[in-house]
């Protein structure tokens, strides 16, 4: 059974004076199961807090509504995967898998995720404000991704299509085979992957920039960034990558 937490009765305060208040879900008596099924079943406007998340998985996953989850320390593994609508809020770290298949949305991460966030995200926000490990992005197609820190290896792997905001360093095998994302990072890159080059910023590029990061909340001048993207060389059949029988 679902244990709820109701905000107390604010009677002296005039109702459009007031914002509303989050219903509070302790994992300490309720289970996962319960919070996602007790999420899934909310409506749009309600606001939803999670307190004592012990890093458990798969926490406020699947959300089709717009609605405001905060979690109140760290996340397992798939937190906010599958997310469709509304705003999930970790006041922490996030494990493995981070809004896995994010469709829209937006997902704020306060400290660093593990490997694989935003992995095969078709659209919506990741915003991760501490660092991310390997494989952050792995095969985005639309996703937009804002890091604070660093990223690990073999991020952007086959990235389709989105943009990946690095605002520290990034590891190994930078877009290796990248498609059409765009990548932008604003310290040093160990080595880009396949195919992953870099490419002239264009007044274009500075715009979009500038709008992913005050959407992240961030104040990072867009003029200390590289763009990264693909060489389009992979595109195309080429004899000396064949084998002769």
């Not at 926490?59 to 509504?65: R, T």
């Not at 195919?195 to 007044?203: G, L, Q, S, T």
Request: aromatic share 4%.
């Amino acid at each position: 059974m679902v244990t709820l937490t109701a905000p107390e009765s604010t009677a002296t305060a005039a109702p459009e004076a007031r914002e509303p208040e989050a219903t509070t879900v302790d994992l300490a008596a309720t289970s996962v199961r319960e919070l996602n099924q007790a999420v899934h079943n909310a409506v749009d406007g309600q606001s939803w807090a999670v307190a004592s998340p012990g890093g458990k998985h798969s926490l406020a996953v699947g959300i089709d509504a717009d609605i405001q989850v905060t979690i109140d320390g760290h996340a397992g593994y798939y937190a906010a995967g599958m997310h469709q609508k509304g705003d999930v809020t970790i006041n922490g770290n996030a494990g493995v898998g981070l809004a896995e298949n994010i469709m829209s949305g937006r997902v704020h991460v306060k400290g660093d995720a593990s490997q694989s966030a935003a992995a095969t995200g078709h659209g919506g926000l990741v915003v991760i404000d501490g660092n991310a490990g390997a494989r952050c992005g792995i095969s985005m197609k639309g996703v937009d991704i804002v890091v604070g820190g660093n990223i690990g290896h073999m991020s952007a792997f086959m990235a389709q299509a989105g943009r990946l905001v690095v605002c520290g360093d990034a590891g190994d095998a930078l877009g290796d085979s990248i498609y059409e994302a765009r990548i932008y990072v604003k310290g040093t890159v160990a080595s880009l992957g396949a195919d992953c080059i870099e490419k002239p910023v264009m007044p274009e590029h500075l715009a979009e920039l500038a709008e992913l990061l005050a959407a992240a909340g961030r104040t990072d001048n867009p003029s200390d960034f590289k763009r990264y993207g693909s060489a389009r060389n992979l595109y195309h059949f080429h004899v000396d990558n064949s084998t002769s029988y």
